[in-house]
């Protein structure tokens, strides 16, 4: 009886402790639309910074530099609309986005996304996040990609290329998703032909895997040990 009770207090106790590092899902309803800030921003535990301070090229070859202050935005957006067309996308309503200005209501603009930095406050194992963009049109070609870094070295990555066939450009959306090792950071990004590049782009559902803490990791052993010994 006594080991009984010993094994079903160490699995309780890992049932918390498992609880306590499942996945966190980013969905910015908890946030009003607008302007959330300019260069920087921290929310649940995420620090958005460095946005579009890069310089870099479009396909047709025309470059740009570092964004002025006022394309520097962290904005959110009631995205209703994109989420009416795309209900697979993120979680309605609110998606961020950055630059210039967001229209007020269920309409929303696409903001200029050529690169973002953000600092986690813990080690996280697997990230992913949708995002929204612009296809074809002037932004065929251009390449999303996704890196998680620790002590600035990149340890996992993910991309996509933006479509390139032609006509006008139209609203879509895709995913980006990595895992496999520990990080704190992650960079958004926008690539084409060893540049960085300026296409339009929403995102929404940023989701992060907590790294277990060791001595959590070492009471799950132990409760495998008990069940193990109380086969037995």
Request: charged letters at 20%.
């Amino acid at each position: 009886m006594g080991k009984c009770v010993r094994v079903v207090g160490v699995l309780a106790i890992c049932l918390g402790c498992t609880a306590a590092f499942g996945e966190v899902v980013i969905d910015y309803e908890d946030l009003e639309e607008g302007l959330q800030g300019e260069l920087t921003f921290t929310h649940q535990g995420v620090t958005y910074r460095d946005v579009n301070t890069v310089s870099g090229h479009f396909p047709d070859g025309e470059t740009f530099e570092p964004a002025e202050e006022f394309r520097q935005n962290i904005l959110v957006e009631d995205a209703t609309l994109f989420y009416d067309e795309f209900p697979d996308y993120g979680s309605p309503a609110n998606a961020m986005t950055l630059g210039l200005a967001y229209i007020e209501g269920p309409n929303l603009t696409i903001g200029p996304l050529a690169s973002l930095w953000m600092d986690l406050d813990q080690l996280y194992n697997a990230a992913s996040l949708d995002i929204g963009y612009y296809e074809n049109g002037p932004w065929g070609g251009i390449e999303y990609h996704l890196d998680a870094l620790l002590d600035d070295a990149v340890v996992a990555s993910d991309s996509f290329v933006i479509s390139d066939l032609g006509g006008r450009d139209n609203p879509t959306f895709g995913s980006l998703s990595l895992s496999g090792a520990a990080f704190d950071q992650l960079h958004l990004y926008a690539w084409y032909d060893g540049m960085y590049s300026k296409p339009r782009g929403i995102f929404d559902d940023l989701t992060l895997t907590p790294v277990p803490e060791p001595a959590t990791m070492a009471l799950v052993g132990l409760a495998g040990l008990v069940l193990t010994r109380r086969r037995r």
